[in-house]
Nanobody
Framework: QVQLQESGPGLVKPSQTLSLTCAVS??????????WSWIRQAPGKGLEWVGY???????HYVSSLRSRTSISRDTAKNQLTLQLSSVTPEDTAVYYC??????????????WGQGTQVTVSS
């Protein structure tokens, strides 16, 4: 039903800004009570949560990337965006767009995009 599709440049130069888009179909990104998170996985490493924007527009970023991260949404297009500035080769990773349902029973990561490879290199 709900599908998430990441897109954006596969190659970004160091010091530039990484910009990715997540197109959501099958449900509105404003639907209660969903959170929309960007998660990444660098080569040989585990999953790393980058940040989220929720159904009401509130957002939060992991402290280690907070100063460089911007997550926003376009409700008209039903899309999410991730901008990561001043990138370095350490930002090379597969980036995933995900959905979480937050209820009294807990947090469930119930949808994942296929992921998009981003390589930071000159």
């Amino acid at each position: 039903q709900v599908q998430l599709q990441e897109s954006g440049p596969g190659l970004v130069k160091p010091s530039q800004t990484l910009s990715l888009t997540c197109a959501v179909s099958g449900d509105s990104i404003t639907t209660n009570y969903y959170y929309w998170s960007w998660i990444r996985q660098a080569p040989g490493k585990g999953l790393e949560w980058v940040g989220y924007i929720n159904y009401s527009g509130r957002y939060h970023y992991v402290s280690s990337l907070r100063s460089r991260t911007s997550i926003s949404r376009d409700t008209a297009k039903n899309q999410l965006t991730l901008q990561l500035s001043s990138v370095t080769p350490e930002d090379t990773a597969v980036y995933y767009c995900t959905r979480q349902l937050v209820t009294a029973g807990g947090i469930s990561f119930d949808r994942w995009g296929q992921g998009t490879q981003v390589t930071v290199s000159s």
